[in-house]
C-alpha cells in the first residue's frame, strides 16, 4: 500500500506565489510515478504535472507550464509543485497521485494511470 498526503495550500493573492508538497510513504517501487491533479469548484479534475521517479522525466500541463514547476525534493522524498503569478481561476482544490507501475510519458495525464490519492489541499487565489 501506498500513502499519499499533501500539504501547502492555503490563500494568496493573486500574482503570488505557493509551494505544494506531497509525500508518498509505504511501499514504492522503482517504476514510481507522481503526480498533482486539480479541481476547481464545478469543474472536472484536470491533470496539472507529473513526475517520474525513476528517471526524472516530467511533463506539466500547457495551461500552467509557464508558472508551475515539479521538482522532488530527495532529503524529503517528496514531490514539490512550485506555482507562481497565481491567478483565481488557479483556485481548487489540489491532488497528489501515485501510481507504483511505470506510466509513459503520454499518459502521465490521465487519472487513470494513479491508483493511490491523497485528500487534497485547497489552494485560494483571492483577486
Known sequence: QVQ???SGGGLV???GSLTLSCAPSGRTDRNYVVAWFRQAPGKE????????WYDRQTSVADSVKARF????D???????LRMSALKPEDTAV??????IRGVILSALSSED???YWG????VTVSS
Open 4 to 6: 499519499v498526503v499533501e
Open 13 to 15: 493573492q493573486a500574482g
Open 45 to 52: 479534475r484536470e491533470f496539472v504535472a507529473a513526475f517520474r
Open 69 to 72: 514547476t515539479v521538482s522532488r
Open 74 to 80: 530527495n532529503a524529503k522524498s517528496s514531490l514539490l
Open 94 to 99: 489540489y491532488f497528489c497521485a501515485a501510481s
Open 113 to 115: 494511470m494513479y491508483k
Open 119 to 122: 485528500q487534497g489541499t485547497q
